[in-house]
C-alpha cells in the first residue's frame, strides 16, 4: 500500500541526499545512521513512556530507507552488499521498535498481555521477510501478503504516536492486534504460495 506514496516522497527527500552526495556522505553510512536513529528513539523514549518522543525521533531517521537508496542510484553505486546492508538493517530498526514497546510494556505500560503482543509482532515480522529472502534463496516468490514492511512500520509509529497525543492506549492496542494477526496471516500466504510452487515442480 504505501509503495504508491514512494514517488512523492522521493522527490521530497532528493535534495536532502543531493546535499549528502556533495558532502562526500556515502549510501551505507546514511544507511547506518538511520537504523541507530531508529533504534535509539525506540530503545531510549519508549521504556520510559515517551511515546510521542520516541515516535518523533524514530520517524525522523525512517526517511533515511529512502535517502540511502535514491543517493546510491543517482551515483550509479547501487550494490548486492548495499542491498544487503540496507536489509539486514531494516530487520534490527524493526525489531527496535517492537523491544521498546515491549518494554514500555514490560514498565509504565504495566500490560503483560500487550508484551506479549509485541513479541508475537516481531516475532512474526522477522518471520515473514525471512520466508520471502528463504524462498527466493530456493528459486521460488514469496512477495505476497497482507502485511508489507513499510505498512507495519507506518501503522505502529502512527498509531502509537496517536495514542500518545490523545492519551487514547486504545490505538496502540489495537494496532498491536492488527499486526500481530496481519503478520501471522502474512507468513502463512507465504508458506502457502512457496508449497504451491514446490508442488508444481513435482
Known amino acids: 500500500m504505501m509503495e504508491r506514496f514512494r514517488a512523492f516522497w522521493t522527490k521530497v527527500i532528493a535534495p536532502v541526499a543531493h546535499l549528502l552526495i556533495r558532502l562526500g556522505v556515502s549510501a551505507d553510512v546514511v544507511t547506518l545512521v538511520g537504523t541507530l536513529g531508529?533504534?535509539?528513539?525506540?530503545?531510549?523514549f519508549f521504556p520510559q513512556g515517551?511515546?510521542?518522543?520516541?515516535?518523533?525521533?524514530?520517524?525522523?531517521?525512517?526517511?533515511?530507507?529512502?535517502?540511502?537508496?535514491?543517493?546510491?542510484?543517482?551515483q550509479g553505486k547501487s550494490s548486492k552488499f548495499g542491498a544487503f546492508l540496507?536489509?539486514?538493517?531494516?530487520?534490527?530498526?524493526?525489531?527496535?521498535?517492537?523491544?521498546?514497546?515491549?518494554?514500555?510494556f514490560a514498565g509504565p505500560g504495566d500490560s503483560a498481555l500487550y508484551l506479549v503482543l509485541c513479541l508475537v509482532c516481531l516475532l512474526m515480522g522477522a518471520v515473514t521477510s525471512y520466508a520471502r529472502a528463504k524462498a527466493e534463496g530456493l528459486g521460488?516468490?514469496?512477495?505476497?501478503?497482507?502485511?508489507?514492511?513499510?505498512?507495519?512500520?507506518v501503522a505502529i509509529l502512527v498509531m502509537t504516536g496517536l495514542s500518545a497525543i490523545f492519551?487514547?492506549?486504545?490505538l496502540l492496542h489495537v494496532v498491536l492486534w492488527a499486526l500481530a494477526v496481519a503478520s501471522t496471516v502474512t507468513v502463512v500466504q507465504r508458506i502457502w504460495v512457496v508449497r504451491q510452487q514446490a508442488l508444481a515442480e513435482v
Open 140 to 153: 521460488f516468490t514469496a512477495k505476497v501478503g497482507i502485511a508489507e514492511r513499510a505498512d507495519r512500520l
Open 86 to 104: 540496507d536489509s539486514t538493517l531494516d530487520r534490527i530498526g524493526d525489531g527496535a521498535i517492537f523491544i521498546g514497546l515491549s518494554l514500555y
Open 38 to 44: 531508529l533504534s535509539a528513539g525506540a530503545l531510549v
Open 167 to 170: 492519551d487514547a492506549p486504545i
Open 50 to 74: 515517551m511515546l510521542l518522543t520516541g515516535v518523533l525521533v524514530a520517524t525522523a531517521f525512517v526517511f533515511s530507507d529512502l535517502i540511502d537508496g535514491y543517493m546510491a542510484r543517482s
